[in-house]
């Protein structure tokens, strides 16, 4: 067991290590900014990683403040869900009722890899591939529908 601070000198080092790692990347030193993450440029939209002792996960995440508009904003996306999922095998997640550790409920989709752990250091790179080469194929998913789901 780690304590508080143990815990959270892991998660840095783990996103440290996650930051090194994508600037190594042949791909990614050719671009702007790593990843779109919160500048989707969509009110209420974003693209977030999570990584937990349950696995990584690469998430499009829809957290307006104003339930019905993001209810509305799920259903236009899954309009799109065969464009979405298009480059993933396995398909995505979709959860409109997703609840947060802290109590807020949003809507997400999402891929995940399950059975690696955060605090086991020698997975890490599997964290960091996966997370990587997923967020670049739910940015490219994104980008193709955005326009449409903004209209």
């Known amino acids: 067991m780690y304590t508080k601070d143990e815990l959270k000198q892991l998660k840095k080092e783990f996103w440290e290590g996650f930051g090194v790692y994508c600037s190594e990347i042949p ?17 209420g939209v974003e693209l977030k990683f999570d990584a937990t ?63 690696i752990d955060i605090h086991r250091r020698i997975q890490w790179m599997y964290f960091y591939k996966f997370m990587v080469n997923e967020m670049l194929k739910l940015e490219k998913a994104f980008k193709t529908v955005k326009e449409a789901i903004e209209d």
């Open 27 to 43: 791909a990614m030193k050719r671009r702007k900014s790593k990843f779109m993450l919160y500048n989707t440029k969509m009110k």
């Open 53 to 115: 002792r349950d696995g990584a996960y690469v998430i499009l995440e829809i957290n307006h403040s104003d339930a019905s508009k993001r209810f509305e904003l799920f259903e236009k996306f899954e309009t799109y869900k065969s464009i979405m999922e298009k480059q993933f095998p396995d398909g995505l997640i979709w959860d409109f009722a997703y609840v947060r550790e802290c109590g807020t409920e949003v809507c997400r989709i999402y891929t995940q890899k399950k059975d």
